[in-house]
T-cell receptor, first 116, second 115 residues
Framework: AQSVSQHNHHVILSEAASLELGCNYSYGGTVNLFWYVQYPGQHLQLLLKYFSGDPLVKGIKGFEAEFIKSKFSFNLRKPSVQWSDTAEYFCAVNVGLTGTASKLTFGTGTRLQVTL | DTEVTQTPKHLVMGMTNKKSLKCEQHMGHRAMYWYKQKAKKPPELMFVYSYEKLSINESVPSRFSPECPNSSLLNLHLHALQPEDSALYLC??????????????FGPGTRLTVT
């Protein structure tokens, strides 16, 4: 079964600092990768996703992520964070099976706190 | 409309009560999901419905009973719950349950407290 690791549990950054959140997964086959964000009191929202093609994917709100197959990683980046980026960030993996129902496995999440 | 709605927002129930959670989407999605999320933890999958048929049950106790009356509606019937079942229950939907159309849209959740 696939698993997802997010090693940064709590990250504190000042506004305008650069962000990189790590995500590693364990599965040797085709995977679909996602980053979701959960702002305080709000529902989970998709930031970006990777299915195939260009390994550098751009999402909403200036976020991007790079899929490095050899490292089983899908790290999330943002060049300059804002206070409004304070939220919980979840990496998720779906094993790319077709024809059968598949499931999303979430990492444990990284709480990002941006200070003014 | 890219919205998944859930009712009620909050629910408090006793261990002998029977209640239901409701989830609705009008995006034409054919897959719907129930997740359980405890505080400061990731969502954990409970059930997957694909084309109104239950396709995944993650060994959820029978006190949780899902129902998909039509392609837009998903219910979760609750009976004889335990205090440890208190959590945020999330509903999600996606165009399909596998392949490239798998992006899931989440509802705001129902905050359940079992007393």
């Amino acid at each position: 079964a696939q698993s997802v690791s997010q090693h940064n549990h709590h990250v504190i950054l000042s506004e305008a600092a650069s962000l990189e959140l790590g995500c590693n997964y364990s599965y040797g086959g085709t995977v679909n990768l996602f980053w979701y964000v959960q702002y305080p009191g709000q529902h989970l929202q998709l930031l970006l996703k990777y299915f195939s093609g260009d390994p550098l994917v751009k999402g909403i709100k200036g976020f991007e992520a790079e899929f490095i197959k050899s490292k089983f990683s899908f790290n999330l980046r943002k060049p300059s964070v804002q206070w409004s980026d304070t939220a919980e960030y979840f990496c998720a993996v779906n094993v790319g099976l077709t024809g059968t129902a598949s499931k999303l496995t979430f990492g444990t999440g990284t709480r990002l706190q941006v200070t003014l | 409309d890219t919205e998944v709605t859930q009712t009620p927002k909050h629910l408090v129930m006793g261990m002998t009560n029977k209640k239901s959670l409701k989830c609705e989407q009008h995006m034409g999605h054919r897959a719907m999901y129930w997740y359980k999320q405890k505080a400061k933890k990731p969502p954990e999958l409970m059930f997957v419905y694909s084309y109104e048929k239950l396709s995944i049950n993650e060994s959820v106790p029978s006190r949780f009973s899902p129902e998909c009356p039509n392609s837009s509606l998903l219910n979760l019937h609750l009976h004889a719950l335990q205090p440890e079942d208190s959590a945020l229950y999330l509903c999600a939907s996606s165009l399909s349950s596998s392949g490239p159309s798998y992006e899931q849209y989440f509802g705001p959740g129902t905050r359940l407290t079992v007393t």
